[in-house]
């Protein structure tokens, strides 16, 4: 599984990012790296994928990139319906996906 | 507008056996790979088998391998995740999701699955 961290918060306005570490097997090999967006009680949100592609729709608000085996998803202008949870997921080179443990965001 | 509907989650004892269904619409299901995503009550998210296109290609997480099996029939817009022996760490919401690309990018809302005696 991918390492994220258990909570992030900040204020509105705020920038918060978010943080999912694998390994030279999965985020550091591919770019199929996407970020997805839960609410309670509702389905996965994908918010970015291939790294840093934003779907249509999704506000630019969110953005991804990726150092080596991390990769990062950055909340701008954070604002209340951004609470919720986070989860990154990744390919990997033994032909399965991962998901990360997945971030509680809380807007202050 | 893509929609995927998932069905059959109930009660199961452990070591029993389910099916369950997606129903899919909106989109062309015949080009598309599927996946299975379970979560456990409260819990995060765990990746649990694919299919691709044509179902020749099918691949499964190690903690479903040799019990569960993902199908499709195309014609009639429907995969399947066949679960037997199932434990008690099996219980979750099962979701199907269609992928794009090796991106796993539009979700139905799930099924519920517990396993309890």
């Known amino acids: 599984a991918l390492t994220q961290p258990a909570s992030v918060s900040g204020s509105p306005g705020q920038s918060i990012t978010i943080s999912c570490t694998g390994g030279r097997n999965d985020v550091g090999r591919f770019k199929f790296v996407s970020w997805y967006q839960q609410h309670p009680g509702k389905a996965p949100k994908l918010i970015i994928y291939?790294?840093?592609a934003r779907p249509s729709g999704i506000s630019y608000r969110f953005s991804g990139s990726k150092s080596g085996n991390t990769a990062f998803l950055t909340i701008s202008g954070l604002r209340a319906e951004d609470d919720g949870h986070y989860y990154c997921n990744s390919y990997t080179s033994t032909y399965i996906w991962v998901f990360g443990g997945g971030t509680k965001v809380t807007v202050l | 507008e893509v929609q995927l509907v998932e069905s059959g989650g109930t009660v199961v004892p452990p070591g029993g056996s389910l099916t369950l269904s997606c129903a899919a619409a909106?989109?062309?299901?015949?080009?598309?790979?599927i996946h299975w995503v379970r979560q456990a009550p409260g819990k995060g998210l765990e990746w649990v088998a694919y299919i691709n296109w044509n179902s020749e290609e099918t691949l499964y997480a190690d903690a479903v391998k040799g019990r569960f099996t993902v199908s499709r029939h195309n014609n009639l817009n429907l995969a399947y995740l066949e679960m037997t022996r199932l434990r008690t760490e099996d219980a979750g919401r099962y979701f199907c999701?269609?992928?794009?690309?090796?991106?796993?990018?539009?979700w139905g809302q799930g099924t519920p699955v517990a396993v309890s005696s």
């Open positions: 909106g989109f062309a299901f015949e080009e598309n790979t």
């Open positions: 999701a269609k992928d794009t690309q090796w991106t796993i990018d539009s």
């Open positions: 291939n790294v840093d």
